[in-house]
Nanobody, 121 residues
Framework: QVQLVESGGGLVQPGGSLRLSCTASGSIGSIDHMAWYRQAPGKERELVAFITSEGRANYADFVKGRFTISRDNAKNTVDLQMNSLKPEDTAEYYC???????????????WGKGTLVTVSS
């Protein structure tokens, strides 16, 4: 089994910054994609950003230029640096990873339990 633990959420004023971190532990083979999703109250969960095993990052349009995703393959971590935060960024943020145990094996997807980010004055 694999566990994902997020940290770094909290209350921040508009225009401020937060850095989220997610650490994977347990029976980890190899990690493929790592991603951050978010879900605001009353809304569906949406993709914020993902990063491939080679380090290529992709972002949702609503965070481009403000958020940066990064990963440390040696530590099995993925971070999300969030700058210029807006009230509409308020949401529960979830870590998501694809793990595989051999090159021909299917990816297994795991979710963290989330960390709350509140942007408010």
């Amino acid at each position: 089994q694999v566990q994902l633990v997020e940290s770094g959420g909290g209350l921040v004023q508009p225009g401020g910054s937060l850095r989220l971190s997610c650490t994977a532990s347990g029976s980890i083979g190899s990690i493929d994609h790592m991603a951050w999703y978010r879900q605001a109250p009353g809304k569906e969960r949406e993709l914020v950003a993902f990063i491939t095993s080679e380090g290529r990052a992709n972002y949702a349009d609503f965070v481009k230029g403000r958020f940066t995703i990064s990963r440390d393959n040696a530590k099995n971590t993925v971070d999300l640096q969030m700058n210029s935060l807006k009230p509409e960024d308020t949401a529960e943020y979830y870590c998501n990873v694809d793990i595989y145990y051999s090159d021909l094996a299917p990816r297994v997807n795991y979710w963290g339990k989330g960390t709350l980010v509140t942007v408010s004055s």
